[in-house]
C-alpha cells in the first residue's frame, strides 16, 4: 500500500507555560503568532502529580479563539470526563492508553461526542499499546518527557518511538497525526519532525520566549527543514 501523504506541520502552543492571569490574552497572542493549535493540559494531581484546568477553562479559551483547541487528558478514568471537554469545546481528545483499559471504547465515545479521538503514551509505553486501535484513532501523542511539568528534557528514546508508529501508519495507509510533547524547542524539532511528527507541541519553548511569532516560525522551519 502506497503511504498516505504525511498530515501538515502544525505548532500547538501549550499553555501550561502560559500566564493563567492573562489567559485570553496569551491564547490570541498565540493565534496572531501563527500557532496551529492551542494545546490545554489537564492534570488531576493522581494520574500525574500536577492538577492544572477542567472543561471550564476549555470553554473560556474557545470564546477566544477559532484555533482548534487540543486537550491533553493526563487523568484516570479519561472516559468520564470526555463528553464535558467536548462540549467545552475541544476539537481534539487525547487520553492515556496506561489508564485507558478500554481504549477502543473511548475512542469512539470521544468521536460520538463530536471530537478527533487521539491516544497519548508515555515515554515507557510503547507503541504496540495502540496497534489495535491506530484505525480507530485520528492521533498518537508521543509524550517525549514524563507527563506532569513544563521545561522538561527531551527524552532521546522517543524519536525512535515516532518512527515506529510513523511506520506502523504508513503500512496501513493512514494519514495519522503524530503529535510530539515535551522539551520541544528549535534544536530538537528537527529530529522528531524527520522522524515522522507532525504535531509539534511546545510550552516554554513559546511562552518562555520574548517573541512569540519568531518562536512559533523557528520552530515550523526546523521542523520543515528537517522533513526536505
Ligand atoms: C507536560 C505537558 C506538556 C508541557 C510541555 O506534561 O503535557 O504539554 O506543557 O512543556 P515544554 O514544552 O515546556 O516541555
Ligand atoms: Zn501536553
Redesign the pocket.
Known sequence: MLPAMPPPIRIAP?L??ADFGRLADEVRAAEAAGADWI?V?VMDGRF?PNLTVGPLVVEAVRKVTRLPIDA?L?IVEPERYVEPFARAGADLISVHAEVSPHLHRTLQAIRAAGARPAVALDPSTGPEAVEWVLGDCEMVLVMT?N??????RYIEACTEKVRRLRAMADARGLALEIEV????RPDTAGAVAAAGANVL?????IFGAPDYRSAVAELRDAALRARG
Open positions: 501549550s501550561l507555560s494545546h493540559d500525574v491533553h493526563m518527557v507527563p506532569g511539568f513544563g521545561g522538561q510533547d515535551g522539551g520541544i507541541v511546545a510550552g516554554t519553548a
